[in-house]
Each structure stands twice: as structure tokens, then as C-alpha cells.
């Protein structure tokens, strides 16, 4: 076992920035180390937190935090901000409204930008994720912006999706049946003291009803696999709705297991991690032989020539993995 | 397979920190955004950090460089408390730690002799400030 895993395992929380450091630059032995602690996971729960940005995530992710610490518990918190597509650059912010955890070093905070031409996001995630639980956090977080696919494969890698609603948001409610509807466990309205608070619980209540009444013959408010999404409203700067929140999301978990929906949800998320690194992997081994061959731009010229074509291309680059494979499988 | 490709340019992560009682961040969001043009990731604290969030926060998201923001005159109290919880955890090795603000020169070899890197007073350029990161920020593998 390597050195920085077992200080992990130890408890160094050095050696835990360090591997998520790792896993974020890709650097040559991460694989291997997130393997290591693969093994030495699986314990945590955890739970996902987007909604658009303004929607207070940052705050009552925090008051969440330190509610489960006063419970005893330990807890990671992974928040996600977008990266400058120009420079790369960033600004995390997201620290900022940790207020209530600061100094409190079992609360491991870490933020991470989308960076976004490096792609994986949900890989690297999923990683800093497996890393926390190693560790021996009880309850993960992840926090992210709900906005664009990236961000939603993300936050559905969770056992529990918590989707934040600000109030008097009647376009972001339309917005929301784009998409995060579907992966939403629960919904949180968040800063329930303004105007237009009422309304917007409203428009869920009948969203949820609609989709409910859509999804099954029951037609009971209960989904086709028997969990409806509470609304939970709170005013997370005053830590109000806080607590309502823990025990929703704790009602989920709980339904996850009686209704044994978290082992099909574990198996999925395995899957979705397998076909996920084959494909990056796959790419990069192609992408490799491409370049190999003299790169993408030969290859162009020829197509812009009409002595070649997109697919005769490709189909010459898979041709010796294929037969390869073919071989192998025989014999 | 693809080490080379994993090892892309790595980012360079700063936590920009305010520490102590003066409100003054103008200065540290001026920093923040350079910074972040420039291409590095950028945490800021946000204002009136202890000692002990500023160190949490570097622990943790594990920055190459630990920019120091204070305006109140207290940095001789407030850094070397700073340092100790990095060596504490032990990240003071691998962080490059800089001081931005009014140090009067008779503090500066102190502030460096405990291992601050570079301190930058009223008037430094932006550029200076990054072009000493790139130089400076430490080698990893």
C-alpha cells in the first residue's frame, strides 16, 4: 500500500487533500490509488445539493454540515464552481458561507472547479468522493451548480439528489422540468421568508402531482417506485427548515434501503463508473494512435480532398483493436 | 498509458485570506480576479478569518500558495499562528506563503526569517505578483 493511502486511512488529513489534489490533475499513480481506497469504501452516505446559482446552496450546505456534527458525525463537503473556459482560471467562493464549520477540521471542505476543457468532471468527483468515504467521513456533500449535463451527472452519482428553489422563480420552476426534475429526491425553497415563497411551493406541489399522476396507475402522489418528493422549506442563513431538511434526507436514505433501492442505485453507479473510464480510456488510447499516424490534420486534408471520408478514417484506426479483441477472445 | 496525458499542466490553486478585524478586501478581490485571469484557481476566504480557518482552509483544498491579505497592522500576531498550523498539519513545506498589506520594513525579515516567501506593500504590480507564483509555486509530483 502506498504511503499517502495508508496516511489516509490514518486519518492524516493532509494525505487526503493530497489524493484529491491528485485526482484532479490526473498525476500518473492516481489510478492506482484510488483503486487502493476503493476497497476501504463504501460506508457514507451521500448527498447531492444544485440548484441555480443565488439559491443559497453554499449557506445551507453549510448549516447542514453543522448539524450533522452536533449529531457526532464527521463530514466532507465537495463544492463545485465553474471554471473560466478562457483562461481556466476560477474563483471558489463557495468557502466563504462555511461559516459555521470554520476551524472544524471534521468538516473537510474542498473546492473544485469544472475545468471544464479537461472533461471527467463526474469521474473526478466520483473519485474525491470514494476518497472522503475511505477516509471515514459518515455523511458526504456534493454542491454544485444545476446547470448543464456535466453538473447533473454529477449530483445523480448521490444517494440522494436535494434541488434548491428560490422563491417567486416561476422561470426557473419552467426550467426545472427540463431535466433536474427527474433526478430530484426532494426540493428545497429555500429563503421561504420572501414573497413569493407560497407561490412557488404551489407550482412544485403540482409539477410533483403531475409527474407522480404521469409515472404510475396509483396516481397517489407516490412515483412508480414508491417515493414522492417532499418540499422542504427553509431560510438557511437563519438555520431555519434546516433541521426538516437532515430528517428529509434521512427519510430518503432510510427508503432507499427498506425498499432495497440504494443496492440497485449502488450497482448503477458502479456501472455508470465502469462504462464511464472505459470510454475515457478507449479515447485515450485512440487518440494516442491517432496522433501516432501523424495526428487529426492529414486526415482532414484528405477528407477536404474527397480522397477519404470521416468513417473510412476511423474505421482504419478501430481495425487493429477489433481484430485484436476478436483474436484474443477466440483464443 | 497516458501518463503524459494525465500530467497535463497542473493548475495552480491559491487561497486568497483575509485574516484579522479590517474590512478592507478591495485589495484581495483585486488579487483574486488577477489571479484567476491568469489561470489559477483561486479560493477566497472571504473577511475577519482566525488563524485557524485560514490553516483549515489551506489544509484542505491543498494550495500551492497561501496569499495573506491583512491591512490591520496585526500581522505579527496573526502570521507566525498562521505557519505554526500549517506546520502542524503539515503543509507548510509544500505551500508557498506570501503577505499582502502594509508591513512596515522593520517587520519584513521577520515576517521572512519565519518563512513567509515575498511580501507585496501598496504599489506592487499585479504582473509581479504573478509572474512570482509561476517562479515560486512548488514543485509537486
Given amino acids: 500500500m502506498s504511503e499517502l493511502v495508508a496516511d489516509l486511512l490514518a486519518g492524516e488529513h493532509r494525505a487526503l487533500a493530497r489524493v484529491i489534489s491528485m485526482i484532479e490533475d490526473r498525476s500518473p499513480g492516481y489510478r492506482e490509488i484510488v483503486s487502493e481506497l476503493h ?143 427527474e433526478i430530484a429526491d426532494l426540493f428545497v425553497v429555500n429563503k421561504a421568508d420572501l414573497d413569493g415563497a407560497d407561490r412557488t411551493v404551489g407550482q412544485l406541489k403540482e409539477m410533483i402531482h403531475h409527474r407522480t399522476d404521469a409515472s404510475g396507475p396509483e396516481g397517489h402522489g407516490t412515483d412508480d417506485d414508491g417515493w414522492t418528493p417532499p418540499i422542504v422549506e427553509t431560510v438557511a442563513n437563519a438555520g431555519e427548515g434546516v433541521d426538516a431538511f437532515v430528517s428529509a434526507v434521512q427519510d430518503h436514505l432510510d427508503y432507499l434501503d427498506e425498499s432495497g433501492r440504494r443496492e440497485e442505485k449502488v450497482r448503477s453507479r458502479y456501472a455508470a463508473e465502469v462504462r464511464t473510464l472505459l470510454r475515457e480510456d478507449a479515447n485515450a488510447l485512440l487518440a494516442e494512435e491517432l496522433e501516432a499516424r501523424g495526428g487529426v490534420d492529414p486526415a482532414v486534408d484528405r477528407i477536404l480532398e474527397h480522397e477519404t471520408d470521416p468513417y473510412t478514417v476511423v474505421a482504419d484506426l478501430i481495425e487493429p483493436l477489433e481484430s485484436c479483441l476478436e483474436e484474443r477472445r477466440q483464443g | 498509458m497516458s501518463a503524459d496525458q494525465e500530467q497535463a499542466e497542473r493548475t495552480i490553486r491559491c487561497l486568497v485570506a483575509k485574516v484579522g478585524l479590517d474590512g478592507h478586501d478591495r485589495g484581495a478581490h483585486v488579487i483574486a480576479r488577477a489571479f484567476r485571469d491568469a489561470g489559477f484557481e483561486v479560493v477566497y476566504s472571504g473577511l475577519h478569518r482566525a488563524p485557524e480557518e485560514v490553516v483549515q482552509a489551506a489544509v484542505q483544498e491543498d494550495v500551492d500558495v497561501l496569499g495573506i491579505s491583512i491591512l490591520s497592522g496585526a500581522h505579527n500576531t496573526l502570521v507566525p499562528k498562521i505557519l505554526e498550523g500549517l506546520k502542524e498539519y503539515g503543509a507548510f513545506e509544500d505551500t508557498l506563503v506570501l503577505v499582502g498589506g502594509i508591513v512596515p520594513d522593520g517587520d519584513k525579515e521577520e515576517l521572512r526569517s519565519l518563512g513567509v516567501a515575498e511580501i507585496f506593500g501598496p504599489g506592487a504590480s499585479m504582473d509581479e505578483m504573478i509572474d512570482y507564483v509561476h517562479e515560486h509555486a512548488p514543485e509537486r509530483n
Avoid: C, W
Fill in chain 1, 39 to 181: 476497497r476501504h469504501s463504501g460506508t457514507a452516505d451521500v448527498v447531492g445539493v444544485t440548484g441555480s446559482p443565488g439559491a443559497g446552496k453554499s449557506t445551507l450546505v453549510d448549516k447542514v454540515a453543522s448539524t450533522y456534527r452536533d449529531r457526532g458525525e464527521t463530514v466532507g463537503v465537495i463544492a463545485i464552481d465553474p471554471s473560466s473556459p478562457f483562461t481556466g482560471g476560477a474563483v471558489l467562493g463557495d468557502r466563504i458561507r462555511m461559516a459555521s464549520n470554520a476551524g472544524d477540521m471534521d468538516v473537510f471542505f474542498r473546492s473544485m472547479s469544472t475545468r471544464g476543457s479537461l472533461g471527467g468532471l463526474s469521474t473526478a468527483t466520483t473519485d474525491a468522493v470514494t476518497a472522503l468515504d475511505a477516509f471515514g467521513k459518515d455523511k458526504i456533500i456534493v454542491e454544485t451548480v444545476g446547470a448543464g449535463q456535466n453538473e447533473i451527472d454529477v449530483v445523480r452519482t448521490a444517494d440522494t439528489v436535494a434541488v434548491l428553489v428560490p422563491p417567486d422563480s416561476g422561470d426557473d420552476v419552467q426550467m426545472l422540468k427540463a431535466g433536474i426534475l
